[in-house]
């Protein structure tokens, strides 16, 4: 009952106008750019993180929490309509909305995954009002040898699991950590590799980084792929936006499904939405194979996409509730959200409760109207969301080139800082040249503090004893979870390879056959 009277002086705090306006400005902008080629939400929020400083915390950070989720809903459009998913939390939904679309029922894919994804995100939101505020309070027995093993966690589960290659995912993740410690030590007051340039004396800031990583780096990407103008193939998407009664009682149990599988993937570090929503589409296809009528695989099932999206969006939901109630990010974009915070000087957990009531509950109340605000803007628009994909790439990435620039001007009136932006954006270029995944990278870069200032704390207070840092039974837990999660990858990937290769043997083998 306390977490419920909370959220309705939540509701009072975000209802009020100019929270209001914030929920719908970030909403659209989130909206928007998830709908262009090769952005996402987490671009979004990197872009938008330098010019929010003028807002006071809570209106910034419901804005933050309406790009979020539309973020995810513009991603979901631009897989539909064009094949092309924003983020790789989209993927799942191509394979079965695209045929949709293809199919002529591009309006009835969209209203799919609309509808899906306000499921999966009201009910991971309903379900944060009770549990971040239990995740708060069990964050309390939280000392420093704690908070290392949950970065330790964090680092390998996101840079091994999520990463294709482990080798290029610990690469980013030290490349991240590195960027961490650039600058003098709080406590030593060494310097450490500044080289000597007194601008570097403070640190690489969190927000040069992100913003060069998520938006500099995409552009110089997509700019080296722009070989001829493009032609127009987006799908017709005009038509009825809505379901049938068919479609609605072949969706439902889809979306229930994956909501059910995106929930617990929210305070899991494995990256973010892309795991379940894979899971969510793999089952679902499992379950129409047993079909008298299997639908997977020709015009477009209906449940292949409404199982992913409902699954993305309730991990996010929930992944918001791990954000604020344990500090912990989950993905590149709630790893920006935390950077946020800090920019703030705020840090989620317990204290932020104790501290921040307004803004803890604002925000929580903020996603319900961010979800049907976005259901009201993605049903009835996908056909204007459809044209933005007109706009010329020199011009949409030129212009958010220019707004890298101007935003991390003004807020460091720093040159210096304009070519830190320009050198990671480099660097960011090169890492997605050759697949090196961006993730690890944030994680590190936003974890990588924590993760020294507790190794720091726990050894102090221990007299050096290593063995403090697995002294408890919540380190315990967390690293026999990461045992277990790296057994469970590692098999996973050598059965996946002996599959292949047997697929491979088999294959030359009747060539072989039939060539003689």
């Known amino acids: 009952m306390d977490a419920l009277m909370s959220l309705f002086e939540g509701f009072a705090h975000a209802l009020t106008p100019m929270n209001l306006l914030w929920v719908l400005v970030g909403c659209f902008l989130g909206t928007a750019v998830g709908v262009l080629p090769g952005l996402g939400s987490s671009m979004a929020v990197a872009l938008l993180l330098p010019m929010t400083f003028a807002l006071d915390p809570t209106g910034a950070f419901i ?102 290659s ?21 406590v030593s007051g060494t310097e450490r590799f500044t080289m000597g340039v007194p601008e570097l004396f403070d640190g690489v800031s969190l927000v040069t980084v992100t913003v060069a990583i998520l938006a500099l780096g995409e552009v110089f990407f997509i700019a080296s792929r722009i070989r001829r103008k493009v032609t127009d193939n987006t799908i017709n998407s005009s038509g009825r936006p809505f379901l049938s009664r068919k479609e609605f009682g072949e969706a439902l149990p889809a979306w229930l499904r994956g909501t059910a599988i ?5 305070v899991i570090p494995v990256g973010g939405a892309d795991v379940p929503t894979f899971m969510s589409y793999g089952l679902e296809r499992k379950l129409d194979s047993r079909r008298k009528d299997p639908q997977f695989g020709g ?20 992944a918001m509730g791990a954000l604020l109630a344990l500090g912990l990010p989950i993905s590149a974009t709630a790893a920006i959200m935390l950077a946020a915070f800090r ?28 979800m049907i605000v976005l259901l009201i803007i993605n049903l009835p628009f996908a056909p204007l969301w459809a044209k933005l994909l007109k706009i010329p790439d020199p011009y949409l990435y030129g212009g958010i080139a220019v707004f890298c620039g101007l935003g991390i001007y003004a807020t460091s009136a720093s040159q210096f800082e304009l070519m830190i932006l320009l050198g990671i954006g480099i660097i960011s270029f090169v890492l997605k040249r ?73 294959a030359s083998h009747d060539s072989e056959s039939v060539s003689s």
């Open 63 to 164: 804005m933050f929490a309406g790009v979020y989720f539309g973020g995810l809903f513009g991603d979901s459009t631009m897989a539909i309509l064009m094949n092309t998913p924003g983020q790789a939390s989209a993927i799942a939904s191509t394979f079965e909305g695209h045929k949709m679309a293809r199919n002529g029922r591009a309006p009835q894919a969209l209203a799919t995954a609309a509808i899906g994804a306000f499921i999966g995100g009201f009910v991971s939101c309903f379900l944060v009002v009770f549990v971040a505020p239990a995740l708060a309070d069990f964050s309390t027995n939280f000392g420093p040898a704690e908070f290392f093993a949950l970065a330790l966690f964090a680092f390998v589960a996101t840079s091994s699991v999520v990463a294709d």
């Open 166 to 186: 482990v080798l290029k995912g610990l690469m980013a993740l030290v490349l991240g950590i590195g960027f961490s410690v650039i600058g003098i030590d709080s």
């Open 262 to 266: 995106g929930l617990p993937f929210g």
């Open 299 to 318: 015009k477009g099932a209906v449940r292949g996409l409404a199982g992913p999206e409902a699954a993305g969006s309730a991990t996010t939901g929930i």
């Open 343 to 370: 920019q703030y000087g705020l840090q989620p957990g317990p204290l932020l409760f104790d501290r921040s009531p307004e803004l803890v509950w604002g925000l929580l109340a903020s996603f319900f109207i961010a």
């Open 434 to 506: 050759y697949g090196v995944p961006l993730a690890p990278l944030m994680i590190g870069m936003v974890l990588g503090p924590l993760a020294e200032s507790s190794l720091r704390d726990a050894l102090l207070a221990s007299g050096n004893d290593v063995s403090v840092l697995v002294s408890s039974p919540i380190t315990i837990v967390l690293y026999a979870l990461l045992i277990a999660a790296l057994l469970y990858t590692g098999i996973g990937r050598v059965l996946a390879r002996k599959r292949q290769k047997k697929t491979v043997d088999a």
